[in-house]
């Protein structure tokens, strides 16, 4: 069973920044592709941005965006802190959501996009921005 906990959530003014992090329980760390993921009241559960695990290099790994956070997130992992970060620039009010973190076992380096993708969640961290 693998633990996720985020952390660094909060609320922000419009046009600010934040980097959510997320810690796993797992020693293999490194073998799990991770997600970020937010929810906002009355809405689906989206997508936000995902990492794979390394396959040829250490340090070198694949990453996606959402649409609506493209070229303003970016998804970073750290294998030896077992943490993956999700650094948030330029905030909108929109992006008012639980953010969740989500851990897949992985075989190759592909990026998880969908919900049922991960097996494994965090308990999910308030973003709050406002206007």
């Known amino acids: 069973q693998v633990q996720l906990v985020e952390s660094g959530g909060g609320l922000v003014q419009a046009g600010g920044s934040l980097r959510l992090s997320c810690t796993a329980s797992?020693?293999?760390?490194?073998?799990?592709?991770m997600g970020w993921f937010r929810q906002a009241p009355g809405k689906e559960r989206e997508f936000v941005a995902g990492?794979?695990?390394?396959?040829?290099?250490?340090?070198?790994?694949?990453?996606g965006y959402g649409d609506s956070v493209k070229g303003r997130c970016t998804i970073s992992r750290d294998n030896a802190k077992k943490t993956t970060y999700l650094q948030m620039n330029s905030l909108k009010p929109e992006d008012t959501a639980v953010y969740y973190c989500?851990?897949?076992?992985?075989?190759?380096?592909?990026?998880?996009?969908?919900?049922?993708?991960?097996?494994?969640w965090g308990q999910g961290t308030q973003v709050t921005v406002s206007s």
């Open positions: 989500a851990a897949e076992l992985s075989y190759d380096n592909s990026i998880r996009r969908r919900v049922n993708d991960y097996e494994y």
């Open positions: 797992e020693r293999t760390f490194s073998n799990y592709a």
């Open positions: 990492i794979g695990r390394s396959v040829f290099s250490l340090s070198s790994f694949s990453t």
